[in-house]
């Protein structure tokens, strides 16, 4: 018999709002593996000591989220390729001794738009310029996006990203600078909410964005995966517009991560079913 589990987790603050514990281990259950995700709340000036004891006590892995994408970095021992890019971790797997950062966030991203609209030959823009977005936003373009427009509030976050899409992929980088409510340009294929605005509790709270612009075909992404239906996908939809809520990236992000530390690749529908089981009354 075997007594010691398998330990993942995350690290952000807040993180009771976080739901990936309640997907991870279902999925685990499901897989009958003997392994745990621990939901941590940790704060920026704690950060250094929590991967330490990550490393010590031997977990396997473990997800950051806000605010430690890119705070988590310097406490690693390498990045892998699509981390290296983006310039945020939002997933930690353990390599003999090393501590290896992936982000996993715009490839989950990418597997819930791709069920809606094909990326190639898309213009899209992507509100905010934080560790969501820079994945989100890379991995648009890396899939052949035309142009990724970066709309946000800090000019030189906004800049440095869309630089970064120019030079490093196929894709033509734009910021945009974001001043009062935001109107969408006509011939846009594919706006992302990729900022904080929307998550619970906060859940009818709208990003600054002229909602008469919001005309289909648009198509309208919200990573908030709590709730899954924010104001602004519900403002989307009554428009008439195709809108993805977060669950299908947390969900991918997941699975993602999930076959990384165990080998497994898991059961999606699995992880799903789970969150809609918690929302159903949201």
Same mark, same amino acid.
């Given at each position: 018999?075997?007594?010691l ?7 952000a ?18 897989h ?9 709340e940790?704060?920026?000036?704690d950060l250094?000591?929590?991967?330490a004891g ?6 396997? *892995? ?6 430690h994408?890119l @705070? &988590?970095?310097?406490? #690693? =021992?390498? +990045?892998?390729?699509?981390? /290296? ?29 791709r ?12 509100l ?18 035309a ?6 509030r ?5 800049r ?12 033509? *980088? ?8 935001? @109107? &969408?340009?006509?011939? #846009? =294929?594919? +706006?992302?909410?990729?900022? /904080? ?21 648009l ?6 995966p709590?709730?899954?239906t924010t ?21 991918n992000?997941?699975?993602v ?9 898991p ?16």
């Open positions: 018999m075997h007594f589990s398998t330990i993942t987790g995350s690290f603050q807040p993180a009771d709002e976080n739901p990936t514990v309640a997907m991870m281990e279902a999925a685990y259950a499901h009958g593996l003997n392994a745990r995700y621990l939901n941590c940790v704060a920026p000036g250094a000591d929590a991967v990550a490393r010590a006590m031997g977990w396997v *892995g473990f997800n950051c989220s806000i605010p994408k @705070a &988590v970095i310097p406490h #690693l =021992d390498r +990045l892998a390729p699509s981390a /290296q890019i983006i310039g945020a971790v939002n997933c930690v797997v353990r390599d003999g001794h090393d501590l290896v950062g992936h982000n996993t966030d715009g490839q989950g991203f990418l597997e819930s738009v069920t809606v609209i094909d990326p190639a030959g898309a213009r899209v823009a992507v905010g310029a934080g560790g969501a977005a820079r994945a989100i936003a890379v991995e648009l373009a890396l899939a052949g996006a142009e990724v427009v970066v709309v946000s800090r000019p030189e976050p906004g440095e990203l869309a630089e970064l899409i120019s030079a490093r992929t196929s894709a033509t *980088g734009r910021q945009a600078p974001w001043q009062g409510a935001w @109107a &969408v340009p006509s011939g #846009l =294929d594919l +706006l992302v909410n990729a900022t /904080q605005v929307g998550l619970y509790p906060g859940g009818a709270d709208l990003p600054a964005v002229d909602l008469d612009t919001l005309r289909p075909p198509v309208v992404a919200d990573v908030i709590n709730p899954p104001a602004l996908v519900a403002a989307a939809r009554s428009r008439g517009l195709t809108a993805l809520d977060g669950l299908g990236m947390l969900v992000q997941g699975a991560a999930v076959q990384l530390w165990t080998g497994v690749d059961d999606r529908t699995v992880m799903r079913d789970r969150l809609a089981a918690i929302f159903a009354d949201r």
